[in-house]
Structure formats: structure tokens, C-alpha cells
């Protein structure tokens, strides 16, 4: 197969699947990693794909938002490691800011009844399950969107300009070093800068595919973070670049 014939291959394979891997890339069509690294370094260039950790997606798929119901049902196993991990980043009382997302939704199912804890969020979902395992929970309100089930605009970023917490549990649509966290939507990059001020420490969850990634709206830093929590999909050398800028990396 000639190089133009095997780029086609994979850019259709990445529109039809929301995104290729390079290991599996390489065993279907018979050639090294390398060769299949050059090819998708072609297809960026072209404008086709955009390369994320150990891969590539569509450049279609960056001008869309998936529904939470689907992210839910990514990196299961990795999102329930993570959230485990960050358990460790829990105060023994005090308040804590849970944001929206699946991964934090997880860290929401694990949180223990015995401490003296107080939970802020934005999540709709989150919130309703932490009520119903009677933990002290508080709401920010404001428009929900309907592809995250997050509070956002006004209401919320007027409530969180008030608090102080203990710390911020964040998700994120993108991470990489040189620009730091983004998501797709800006009004929920608003509340997620708003959250990152109103934490004394920032914890962001999230796992290895989110790495390479580059969204539209741009919530912080990686010297704004205290803690990365990721998955072992994060090689050391990536790790190593991430916590030179400023976060501890935990790769669960």
C-alpha cells in the first residue's frame, strides 16, 4: 500500500470512529509505529486529523461538544482509577469544589459519608447523587447546558465569586503544556476559571486521551494547578513535562 493509500485508510477510519490509535494503526496495516506516526504528522498538516496522545482525531470532532451520556462511557476503567487516586487529595473536613464531568461524577460516587465535608458543584447529576447519600451538598445554579448538565452564566459565576474553598476538582476537554486546560464552550470555561480563583488547591482529573488536546476556551494554566491526575497512558517523559511547569502529576 502506498503512503497516500494508507492515509486514506486512516483518515476514514478516524471520521468513522471519532479517533485512531497508533499501535492498533500500525498492526492492521502492517507497518511500523514510526511509519504510521508520519503518516498522521501528514494528515495534520493537511488539516485532516489532529494529533492527541497516541493518536489522532478528526478535525471535525474539535468544532463539536459530545454529550455527557457519551463521554460517560470512555476510559471507564481509567476515569475509576483516577477518581480513586483523588480521594488522597480530599481534606480530612472542610469545603471542596466538585466541577461538572463524568470523571468528577466519579470522584462524587466515592466520597466518604464520615468526614465533615462540604461540596460545591455546578453538576446537576452530582449533585442529586450526593443528596441522596445525605452529604452536605450545595448547588451553584444558573443555566444548564443540556450537552454537560452544568450550571453556568451569571448565577453561577456570582456564587462562586463569594467563595473560598479547600480545593477545586476540575475536569478538562484539553490538556497539554504549552497552553494549559481548555474546553469547547466558553460559558463553561468561565466557571471553571471562576473555580480555579476560588480554590486555595486546584486538582484537575483527567484522563490520558484528554492529553495533545487543544480546545477552543482556555480556563487556566498548568502553573494555576496544583495536581494532575491521569491515567498511565501518560508516559514519563510527558509527565516530566507537565510537572516542570508547575503541577505534581499522578498517574493512577
Known amino acids: 500500500m502506498y503512503a497516500a493509500e494508507r492515509q486514506q485508510v486512516i483518515a476514514e477510519r478516524a471520521r468513522a470512529a471519532g479517533r485512531v490509535e497508533v499501535a492498533a494503526l500500525a498492526e492492521d496495516l502492517g507497518v511500523t509505529t514510526e511509519t504510521v506516526r508520519r503518516d498522521l504528522d501528514a494528515l495534520e ?23 455527557l451520556a457519551a463521554r460517560d462511557a470512555e476510559a471507564t476503567a481509567e476515569k475509576q482509577r483516577i477518581a480513586k487516586a483523588a480521594l488522597a487529595e480530599l481534606p480530612a473536613e472542610g469545603v471542596v469544589l466538585l466541577d461538572a464531568g463524568s470523571t468528577t461524577a466519579r470522584l462524587a ?19 442529586l447523587a450526593l443528596a441522596n447519600r445525605g452529604l452536605n451538598v450545595l448547588s451553584l445554579g444558573g443555566r444548564v447546558r443540556t450537552k454537560t448538565l452544568a450550571g453556568v452564566d451569571a448565577w453561577a459565576l456570582n456564587a462562586l465569586r463569594d467563595l473560598y474553598v479547600d480545593v477545586a476538582f476540575l475536569g478538562t476537554n484539553g490538556l497539554t503544556a504549552g497552553r494549559g486546560l481548555s474546553t469547547p464552550d466558553q460559558a463553561e470555561a468561565a466557571v471553571k476559571q471562576a473555580m480555579v480563583t476560588a480554590a486555595r488547591r486546584v486538582v484537575v482529573l483527567a484522563d490520558s486521551s484528554k492529553v495533545g488536546t487543544d480546545c477552543f476556551a482556555r480556563f487556566a494554566t498548568l502553573d494555576q494547578v496544583d495536581v494532575i491526575i491521569t491515567d498511565d497512558g501518560l508516559d514519563a517523559l510527558e509527565a516530566a513535562e507537565f510537572e516542570a511547569a508547575g503541577p505534581t502529576v499522578v498517574r493512577a
Open 109 to 127: 460516587e466515592l466520597l466518604p459519608a464520615d468526614r465533615d465535608l462540604t461540596v460545591v458543584t455546578n453538576g446537576l447529576p452530582i449533585a
Open 45 to 67: 498538516k493537511r488539516g485532516v486529523l489532529r494529533r492527541v496522545h497516541g493518536g489522532a482525531i478528526p478535525v471535525e470532532r474539535l468544532r463539536f461538544e459530545p454529550e
